[in-house]
């Protein structure tokens, strides 16, 4: 994604990136600071880079602006990840740490799977700065997040999740 693409706006602003196998993620950041990212079919490599380069644009945008936002991760129709394309989200992921601290109030992910959040809860015992709170539903991450923005002293969005759902459909296309 070429910079100077990526729009934030609270009316229009979804953004599908695709990688090289068929997989998918769709970013929605009509919410904000609520931004939602949809993942679909296994990861590569390419996504994941484009994926990161979305993010940090918009992180960087952000926070020339002042503005923060929580990111939900819905990850339950993701497939597993090579190790390779695990460890390149991990190495992206500390790159960016300064940044994403800077503009993220927080960030969850959502799994269907049990197994899947204890090994990520796992990892961030691991690693503290990789501390991400896992979720079963969407439902229960939009909690979290809601509270995450109040304790901030921020006012929380109205958010329809079937909006939402149906913009990380868009990714499947």
Same mark, same amino acid.
């Given at each position: @994604?070429?910079? &100077?693409?990526?729009?934030? &706006?609270?009316?229009? #602003?979804?953004?599908?990136?695709?990688?090289?196998?068929?997989? &998918?993620?769709?970013?929605?950041?009509?919410?904000?600071?609520?931004?939602?990212?949809?993942?679909?079919?296994?990861?590569?490599?390419?996504?994941?880079?484009? +994926?990161?380069?979305?993010?940090?644009?918009? #992180?960087?945008?952000?926070?020339?602006?002042?503005?923060? @936002?929580? @990111?939900?991760?819905?990850?339950?129709? @993701?497939?597993?990840?090579?190790?390779?394309?695990?460890?390149?989200?991990?190495?992206?992921?500390?790159?960016?740490?300064?940044? +994403? =601290?800077?503009?993220?109030?927080? #960030?969850?992910?959502?799994?269907? #799977?049990?197994?899947?959040?204890?090994?990520?809860?796992?990892?961030?015992?691991?690693?503290?700065?990789?501390?991400?709170?896992?979720?079963?539903?969407?439902?229960?991450?939009?909690?979290?997040? =809601?509270?995450?923005?109040?304790?901030?002293?921020?006012?929380?969005?109205?958010?329809?999740?079937?909006?939402?759902?149906?913009?990380?459909?868009?990714?499947?296309?």
């Amino acid at each position: @994604m070429p910079p &100077s693409t990526l729009e934030l &706006s609270t009316t229009s #602003s979804l953004v599908t990136l695709r990688g090289a196998g068929d997989c &998918s993620v769709v970013l929605d950041f009509r919410t904000l600071p609520i931004v939602f990212s949809t993942w679909t079919g296994v990861p590569d490599i390419a996504l994941v880079d484009a +994926y990161f380069a979305a993010q940090t644009e918009a #992180s960087l945008l952000l926070r020339s602006r002042g503005d923060t @936002m929580v @990111m939900i991760s819905d990850c339950r129709a @993701m497939g597993r990840a090579t190790p390779t394309t695990r460890q390149r989200i991990a190495e992206h992921t500390v790159a960016q740490r300064d940044l +994403y =601290n800077q503009t993220m109030l927080g #960030s969850c992910s959502v799994f269907s #799977s049990a197994l899947v959040r204890g090994v990520v809860t796992a990892l961030g015992w691991l690693d503290p700065g990789m501390r991400v709170p896992t979720f079963a539903t969407l439902e229960a991450a939009l909690a979290w997040a =809601n509270e995450t923005i109040v304790a901030a002293g921020l006012v929380a969005p109205r958010v329809d999740l079937g909006v939402v759902e149906r913009a990380g459909l868009t990714g499947r296309s």
